[in-house]
């Protein structure tokens, strides 16, 4: 068949019993390039006789009542508006190519005797159990898939038991949770397709990302149905500048809500959504099952719950009203919207609640049973000033073996919550607890993560506690692991710490001077212990991250936006506590590494190897040396991070390298923290606030009771199985992604809001990024980013230069690049886009091609990272666009959230704590 029959096929107008076809009549409308189509032209394009005119209108009218179609000035019909014209001068895509295998010889064939007498010399390692950039301790075993009938763990009785409906050939469908949608099952892979999950431009172009860091840009008039964040599959062929594609197939939906402002025209109501690329690709949304009384008001914002998504024959969306969040010009208004976007749970289930209540606010007589007392020891919390939950707690006194002993006292949460309770269950959901500028949204009730669980001073707590015996050298000689009651002594506060190692004292400060020496004491070590850690191969980078500052009695209010980089002396003080959190995450590593037992392990695992070698032929052109097989370890990826720190551009350099890297999640294979240099370890210090601190707290336990150990009462029934721990490492990683993405949209909106009655002023700043489409604009105070787009810069062409990234009027020859210092003012606010547009005033130096520069750049923060002259140009070429597509994303509304540790420094999944704070 032809390509015409099968058009003509497609868009017949009979049906099987003759009459005229709905869904051809919509896909003709849809195809219009045209704003609309009379009836006899319509008849025309479908072929229909003019016996059948009457029918065709006929069908036409039912579908203009039904609001699928509608009728325009003049008498023309077409859909309503929703979504953008066809291209009319766009060339078809080329059919995809048949997949390439990467290039090189084919693999010769191997007889059974080759496979025994050619083995991979990294067989031997793997048998070891070797970590994969030391080959020195013991590791990961494979995890094999479950076979046959599912099961699941009974905390009843400590046994495993057969999940109904996993055996073969019955099928019942699994009990919904109250209030959480389940997860669709993952899709089955598309053979000969790049499957991959899409990112929408508002302009309404989008790009797939794929295994291995490439991307494929996907033009708008092949995005078919699909929405940003969906799965799906695309077809691919090479185009000008990389990869191109065509969505095949939506596999799985990425959003299932939509907020917006609430419109009422008579009878009708529907959604104004906040989302561009909503808007733009299908206008309105229709609000199904509205009644009048509790839908709120015109002008309100609301929330949606989508139950139609746009397909061939209906290319609109719908949905049913989730939530009226009232005012849109209140900032606690976009935060419910973030909220309920992301799913994330708020008020907890009652039988949680009623949990929570009838815990015990004070230790009972039980509760001393089977623990160390510890009550005598002088320990201490250190926290930030507006803390309310504390996880730990530190104590210092002499050891038996020539250094100092350190007791780590950490919060017995899994005294109070145990497996399969209501307060657990809930946990699993949320997985985290989540860190906004206005509120926290706690993994546990308050009367759990404030109150009993909390180490709180003077008061009696249950905790679990990791003892570090030092020798003279600071090397760890001993390791000792409890149950244990304590009585905290103080509750210390970073800038407190921070006076008190300065010798101030002055007003309230009095109250450290007791703690002075022991704080020395702990410094010293601290120190000697993050030298080691360094020495080792630790990964660190400097980049800046803003923090919201609210009014204190009115959270509407912002007062300002600083950059999240402290104090010199707070941050001592913080590293103080952060060395010695990580060395009892390591230690209780160690405890689950040397019994060779199952646990959740916080793990980061090392580039690829192929990732890293695209990014040494990227930093090449800058002149910077990598050595492949060395950067696949820490110590080799650290020289790199020490050369680009010598180079201008350094922070556009630095995202390069974050993008090789992988990211940190839990798990139950313990390949290692890359990022720490560490191969045992997990995390342990943070159970109020993590839920895979809670599950290796249990697990501690259990093989604590089994040892004849103090474990306060002990887990004394069989753990879960490797398989339900993995599934609960899993969720978890899913849901720290989740608050981080939420955590950082919240601070987005926020310098947005602070920055809306701001329209008119103007600013000093420095350009932080130059794209192809403007430059960033960083200002200092208050700390926000902008953008100065291109046509904002009147009617001179710019030129972007993707060697050197920068941006040239092509008449005045001005330039615009990284460092150089502006004066703009803001020409447009957008809280709900969290956008903030600049318009350029003027530059504090002007370039101009042939003269002589007026600033020395090479040294200075912030100067444009400058290939060197020695690589080819399209090497130079390349390594910039590169540079611009790593830079992107960190400036721009949707990046990819990265833990910041103090100062803004990105730690690279280092954590010792949850939420705000982030190791």
């Not at 898939?145 to 009843?156: I, L, V």
Request: with cysteine; glycine share 8%; net charge positive.
């Amino acid at each position: 068949m032809t390509t015409t029959d099968r058009a003509k096929a497609r868009t017949t107008p009979h049906d099987s019993e003759g009459h005229i076809s709905r869904e051809a009549i919509l896909e003709c409308l849809s195809r219009l390039v045209t704003p609309g189509i009379k009836l006899t032209a319509l008849a025309d394009e479908l072929g229909a006789r003019k016996h059948q005119y009457a029918q065709l209108r006929e069908v036409l009218l039912d579908l203009v009542e039904e609001g699928a179609v509608t009728v325009l000035a003049g008498g023309a019909f077409a859909l309503p508006p929703s979504g953008r014209a066809s291209d009319p001068q766009g060339k078809p895509a080329p059919m995809p190519p048949e997949p390439v295998k990467a290039a090189g010889p084919p693999p010769p064939k191997k007889d059974k005797k080759d496979k025994k007498d050619r083995k991979d010399p990294r067989d031997k390692q793997r048998q070891q159990g070797a970590l994969p950039w030391t080959g020195s301790r013991p590791a990961p075993r494979a995890v094999k898939a479950p076979s046959g009938p599912r099961q699941e763990y009974d905390p009843e009785t400590g046994d495993m038991k057969t999940v109904p409906g996993s055996m073969p050939g019955i099928k019942v469908p699994p009990a919904p949770v109250a209030g959480v949608r389940p997860a669709p099952p993952p899709p089955a892979p598309v053979e000969g397709r790049i499957v991959g999950r899409i990112t929408v431009h508002p302009a309404g172009y989008g790009f797939v990302e794929i295994e291995g860091g490439q991307t494929v840009f996907v033009p708008a008039k092949y995005r078919s149905n699909s929405l940003d964040g969906d799965r799906v599959a695309v077809d691919t062929w090479p185009g000008v500048r990389g990869t191109e594609g065509r969505v095949a197939e939506v596999l799985a939906r990425g959003r299932a809500r939509l907020t917006g402002i609430l419109r009422r025209v008579a009878r009708a109501v529907y959604l104004e959504p906040d989302d561009p690329r909503i808007a733009s690709d299908y206008g309105r949304v229709a609000i199904d099952d509205a009644p009048s009384g509790a839908m709120g008001k015109d002008g309100d914002a609301v929330v949606i719950e989508i139950t139609r998504y746009p397909d061939a024959a209906r290319k609109e969306l719908a949905g049913v009203l989730q939530k009226v969040l009232g005012d849109p010009d209140d900032p606690r208004t976009e935060i419910e919207k973030i909220l309920a976007c992301a799913v994330i749970p708020i008020e907890f289930p009652d039988e949680a609640g009623q949990q929570a209540r009838a815990t015990p606010q004070e230790l009972q007589p039980a509760d001393l049973a089977d623990r160390i007392d510890l009550r005598d020891r002088r320990f201490c919390t250190i926290d930030p000033e507006t803390a309310r939950d504390f996880d730990d707690a530190l104590c210092i006194e002499d050891g038996p073996h020539g250094g100092p002993r350190v007791w780590v006292a950490v919060a017995d949460v899994s005294h109070y919550v145990r497996w399969g309770d209501a307060l657990d269950k809930e946990a699993t959901i949320r997985g985290v607890s989540v860190y906004l500028p206005d509120r926290v949204i706690p993994m546990l009730p308050i009367q759990l993560s404030a109150n009993i669980c909390s180490l709180n001073p003077l008061v009696d707590r249950c905790a679990m506690v990791v003892r570090l015996d030092y020798g003279e050298d600071a090397e760890v000689v001993d390791i000792g692991y409890a149950a244990a009651v304590i009585r905290s002594k103080a509750r210390l506060d970073y800038p407190g710490v921070a006076a008190a190692l300065g010798g101030d004292f002055r007003g309230r400060r009095e109250e450290y001077r007791a703690w002075a020496g022991e704080l020395e004491r702990l410094n010293a070590l601290a120190r000697k212990l993050r030298a080691r850690r360094q020495a080792r191969g630790a990964l660190e980078l400097e980049l800046s991250e803003p923090k919201v500052v609210l009014d204190a009695d009115d959270p509407r209010l912002v007062r300002d936006v600083v950059k999240a980089k402290g104090d010199p002396a707070v941050k001592q003080a913080y590293q103080l506590v952060e060395e010695f959190m990580i060395a009892a995450n390591e230690a209780v590593g160690n405890f689950f590494r040397r019994r060779n037992a199952p646990t959740v392990w916080r793990i980061h695992a090392p580039p690829a190897a192929d990732r890293v070698a695209k990014l040494a032929e990227l930093l090449g052109a800058y002149g910077i040396a990598v050595d492949v097989e060395a950067a696949v370890t820490p110590l080799g990826m650290k020289a790199v991070l020490d050369q680009i720190a010598e180079k201008p551009g350094a922070q556009g350099l630095s995202f390069l390298v974050l993008r090789t890297l992988t990211q940190a999640v839990w798990d139950t294979v313990p390949v290692g923290h890359f990022g720490l240099a560490s191969g045992d370890y997990l995390h342990f210090t943070s159970p109020i606030r993590r839920y895979p601190d809670l599950l290796v707290h249990r697990l501690l336990k259990y093989h604590l009771h089994r040892d004849g150990h103090p474990s306060g009462g002990g887990y004394a029934k069989t753990p879960p199985t490797v398989d339900v721990l993995s599934g609960l490492a899993r969720d978890s990683s899913a849901h720290e992604r989740r608050a981080m993405e939420a955590e950082r949209e919240a601070v987005a909106m926020y310098r947005a809001y602070l920055m809306r009655d701001q329209v008119g002023a103007r600013f000093e700043g420095v350009i932080s990024a130059v794209t192809s489409f403007g430059a960033f604009v960083e200002i200092e105070s208050p700390y926000v980013e902008g953008l100065i787009k291109l046509d904002s810069l009147g009617d001179e062409p710019w030129d972007f230069d993707d060697v050197h990234m920068r941006l040239t009027g092509r008449k005045t020859r001005r330039m615009l690049e990284l460092g150089d210092k502006v004066l703009v003012e803001i020409n447009n606010v957008s809280v709900v886009r969290r956008r903030i547009d600049f318009t350029l005033v003027a530059t504090a130096k002007t370039h101009v091609d042939g003269e002589k520069r007026s600033v020395k750049k090479s040294r200075r923060a912030g100067a444009a990272p400058e290939p060197t002259a020695r690589a080819p140009i399209p090497q130079r070429k390349k390594a910039a666009r590169e540079v611009e597509r790593a830079t992107r994303p960190h400036v721009e509304r949707g990046a990819s959230p990265r833990r910041e540790g103090p100062g803004g420094k990105l730690r690279l999944g280092v954590s010792h704590r949850g939420g705000k704070k982030k190791r």
